[in-house]
C-alpha cells in the first residue's frame, strides 16, 4: 500500500477566497493569482490523494482576525474539518467556547511573520485557551522560542509548533531555537506540525536537507506528538510546490508505515476529535 492510499489528516492549511471573502483592509500580506485556495479547489485536492480530514488553519496573511471563511467551511465540512482561529488577545472565553463549538481546537499565533512582540500580551488569553483545553498554535523561525520560553513554561494550554520550529537549515540540531523545541517534548502537553519543511529547506533537496529535522522531533515528541501538514496553497514560496510529491516525500521521511499512520491518522485524530 502506498501512501495515496493510506488513511491521511493534513493538519496545516488554509483557504483564499477573496472573491466571496473579501481580504481585511489591513493585512501582512494579500495573496493573490495561484495562491488563492477556495474551499472547492481544496476539497477537490483531498479528494484526489485520499485524504479524509484536514485542519484548517486561519492565515495571519489576508484575513487575521476574520474567521468567516474558515467558520464557513468548518459548517459546510460536515465534519471533515476542525480549524485554527486567529483571535484578539482579549477575546473572551465565551466567544472561544463558541468557536470550539462551531469547530474550532485553538488559536494560531505567528511570531514568525509579525515578531515575537505579537505575543507580549496573550497571558490571558492562554489561560482561557487552557480552561477549554484548546491549543495555542505558535509559528516560530529560527531563535525566536527562546524569547517565548518564559511565557510557555509559566502558562499550561496545549502547544502545537508549526513547520517543525523553522530551523536555520545549515545550523543543525544543536542550534539554540531546535534545541528548546526538542526539550519542549519534556512538558507533555506539546506537539509537533511536520510541515512546512520549504520553509527552511529547498524543495529540490528537501529530504537532503530537512531529514535530519524531521527524525529528531520523531525522536523527541514521538508518533503520538507527531502531526503532519501540506501547508497548502503554498504562499510566497520561490519554486513550485505540489501536493502529491509532498505526500512522497512523507513517506521518505516515515518509511515505516506503522509510523506513518500514527502521525498522520491517529495522532491528529486524538488531538483535534476528527470522528
Given at each position: 500500500m502506498s501512501i495515496f492510499d493510506e488513511p491521511k489528516i493534513d493538519c496545516h492549511n488554509h483557504l483564499f477566497d477573496p472573491l466571496h471573502f473579501p481580504y481585511r483592509a489591513q493585512t501582512l500580506y494579500r495573496p493573490a493569482g495561484q495562491e488563492i485556495g477556495t474551499l472547492a479547489q481544496f476539497n477537490r485536492v483531498l479528494d484526489a490523494y485520499g485524504v479524509k480530514h484536514a485542519l484548517l488553519v486561519g492565515p495571519t496573511?489576508?484575513?487575521?482576525?476574520?474567521?468567516?471563511?474558515?467558520?464557513?467551511?468548518?459548517?459546510?465540512?460536515?465534519?471533515?474539518?476542525?480549524?485554527?482561529?486567529v483571535v484578539e488577545d482579549d477575546t473572551s472565553l465565551e466567544r472561544l467556547a463558541?468557536?470550539?463549538?462551531?469547530?474550532?481546537v485553538g488559536v494560531a499565533f505567528n511570531p514568525a511573520g509579525e515578531g515575537t512582540a505579537v505575543m507580549a500580551g496573550v497571558d490571558g488569553l492562554f489561560a482561557r485557551l487552557a480552561e477549554l483545553d484548546m491549543f495555542a498554535q505558535i509559528q516560530v523561525k529560527q531563535d525566536e522560542l527562546l524569547e517565548l520560553l518564559p511565557l510557555l513554561e509559566r502558562s499550561t494550554p496545549r502547544l502545537l509548533i508549526d513547520?517543525?520550529?523553522?530551523?536555520?537549515?545549515?545550523?543543525?540540531?544543536?542550534?539554540?531555537?531546535?534545541?528548546?523545541?526538542?526539550?519542549?517534548?519534556?512538558?507533555g502537553r506539546a506537539c509537533v506540525k511536520i510541515s512546512g519543511m520549504q520553509k527552511f529547506a529547498h524543495i529540490d533537496e528537501l529530504f537532503e536537507q530537512?531529514?535530519?529535522?524531521?527524525?529528531?522531533?520523531?525522536?523527541?515528541?514521538?508518533?503520538?506528538?507527531?502531526?503532519?501538514g501540506s501547508d497548502w496553497p503554498f504562499l510566497r514560496e520561490q519554486s513550485r510546490i505540489d501536493y502529491g510529491p509532498l505526500l512522497k516525500y512523507a513517506e521518505q521521511f516515515m518509511p515505516d508505515a506503522q509510523v506513518r499512520r500514527q502521525v498522520m491518522w491517529e495522532t491528529p485524530q486524538r488531538l483535534f476529535g476528527f470522528a
Open positions: 496573511s489576508g484575513y487575521r482576525t476574520d474567521n468567516s471563511l474558515l467558520l464557513h467551511a468548518l459548517a459546510q465540512g460536515q465534519g471533515r474539518f476542525k480549524g485554527i482561529a463558541a468557536l470550539k463549538d462551531a469547530g474550532v513547520h517543525c520550529g523553522r530551523p536555520q537549515q545549515k545550523d543543525g540540531l544543536n542550534q539554540p531555537g531546535f534545541a528548546a523545541l526538542l526539550r519542549l517534548a519534556d512538558i530537512a531529514d535530519r529535522y524531521v527524525q529528531a522531533l520523531l525522536r523527541a515528541f514521538g508518533p503520538q506528538g507527531c502531526v503532519w
